[in-house]
């Protein structure tokens, strides 16, 4: 076998991931995967498609090794195949964001806001450092507001879980002298934005965390799984 041939058969390999990632609905059940395992059912729902659709992408993911299954009972569920997988996913939209002038504004599209409503919700961010030490000392409360089921599978420890559609019955359960920090996903997750707007609404001083729960992963910091409280 020529060398030419054995380069070709080597980047072909390469090629496996990178084709299947090239999907906006296969990243887009990686971006739910990312959160928690789930079943086929679970992610066809999530990512609006029908489950005949949502299998065959599934399967691509997993025969690029980036997804891996177990079954229980009749049911199988997915799960990222590791964390470099993660990180992999972060630096896609990382460098899609810094080489396309066009994520933004399908960014704010998707958040239904313009630049300058964005930009009043992320004016006070907050680090990842020193946060889990600002709840220990009660200095802050975090919110966790996507689904109780992601919340499960793993979140910041001491951060609270409150579903975004929760929020509104639950705001009396949030000190009104105390900062509010909310998170979500990740970098591109409306539901902690919904959740900081709401908040500001009813006078909570509340700001974004930086990025989300998957960034936080990817950084290497703890993560906690139980159940909500």
């Known amino acids: ?100 002038a066009e994520v933004e504004p399908a960014w704010l599209a998707f958040l239904g806001m313009d630049r300058t409503q964005a930009a009043e919700l992320e004016t006070a961010d907050v680090a990842r450092e020193g946060l889990v030490e600002r709840i220990r000392d009660g200095s802050a409360v975090v919110l966790d507001v996507r689904p109780e089921v992601e919340y499960v599978a793993g979140h910041i420890p001491g951060a609270i879980s409150m579903p975004v559609d929760e929020l509104p019955g639950r705001l009396n359960e949030l000190p009104a002298d105390t900062d509010v920090v909310a998170y979500c996903r990740g970098a591109y997750c409306v539901m902690a934005y919904e959740a900081v707007a709401m908040l500001r609404k009813h006078g909570h001083r509340a700001s974004l965390l930086e990025d989300g729960l998957l960034e936080w992963r990817v950084a290497g910091l703890a993560v906690a799984t139980h159940a909500a409280s």
């Not at 691509?60 to 992999?88: F, I, N, P």
């Open 1 to 100: 076998m020529s060398d030419s041939r054995r380069n070709a058969e080597l980047f072909e390999q390469f090629a496996r991931v990178g084709k299947a990632l090239g999907s906006a609905k296969r990243l887009e059940l990686l971006d739910l995967i990312a959160q928690s395992e789930r079943t086929v059912d679970a992610l066809a729902e999530g990512a609006g498609l029908g489950v005949t659709s949502a299998s065959a992408h599934l399967q691509v993911l997993k025969q690029a090794r980036l997804v891996t299954t177990r079954r229980d009972g009749v049911r199988v569920y997915y799960s990222l195949a590791g964390e470099d997988v993660a990180q992999l996913y972060t630096m896609l939209r990382r460098v899609a964001s810094a080489h396309l």
